[in-house]
């Protein structure tokens, strides 16, 4: 994957971001994630920046970083119409390779992203370094539901029609060409690279999860 792929899709992406499952699951992983009041918080594949408006009132910082150009410079735009430049920053980076010191983020968040790479866990770790000690990390990825089938009967069931449908089904047609995860194997991975606290949330009907953690003190 490169940059390049996704800065044409940004208003894609941005419509996305604004269909009503997706916002609903952003107002859950909120919800989830508790007060954001005083944190330093950082999106791993921010996007158009979307979620992280729902904290900026609360948050001392928020960073947003995606591999996308387009997609930094339309977060930009975001935060600057909503007067919140002066508290947040996006950057062009890669979740692999993040360009911040160790411990230097009370939260970190990613949706739709880690599935995505050919080794989440490189990205996971990556994000367990940023971290700060009593630092936690809050995601999205689909579930092994997750498939063109499960997701159209899950369309149909809840009335979601036009684009929000075609970018529901879009979303599940990639989830089954990378990765999805059962709760065990998620709670596996994370424990693996020293996260404990590990919870989950099933969202989408159980299509996806929302998984939280907090970064092991001694780790």
Avoid at 31 to 37: A, I, L, S
Avoid at 45 to 64: D, I, Q
Wanted: aromatic share 8%; with cysteine.
């Amino acid at each position: 994957m490169n940059g390049e792929e996704f800065d044409e899709l940004v208003s894609f992406f941005d419509s996305m971001a604004r269909t009503s499952w997706l916002r609903e699951i952003h107002d859950t992983l909120k919800e989830t994630t508790g007060t954001w009041n005083e944190k330093d918080v950082l999106d791993v594949g921010c996007g158009t920046g979307r979620l992280l408006l729902r904290g900026a009132e609360e948050a001392n910082k928020l960073v947003g970083v995606d591999l996308s150009s387009e997609m930094v410079k339309a977060s930009i735009q975001q935060f600057f119409y909503h007067e919140l430049s002066s508290k947040s920053e996006f950057l062009v980076a890669d979740a692999v390779d993040l360009p911040f010191e160790d411990g230097s983020f009370d939260l970190a968040l990613s949706t739709c992203v880690m599935f995505l790479l050919p080794e989440p866990d490189t990205g996971i770790n990556e994000i367990h370094r940023i971290l700060k000690k009593d630092g936690e990390i809050a995601m999205l990825n689909p579930s092994e539901k997750m498939s063109q089938e499960t997701a159209a009967q899950y369309a149909k069931d809840n009335g979601i029609i036009g684009f929000e449908r075609t970018a529901l089904l879009k979303w599940s047609n990639v989830s089954t060409r990378r990765h999805r995860y059962t709760l065990n194997e998620m709670t596996t991975l994370l424990k693996d690279l020293h996260f404990t606290d590990v919870r989950h949330k099933e969202v989408l009907g159980g299509l996806a999860i929302i998984s939280m953690a907090k970064k092991e003190q001694n780790s």
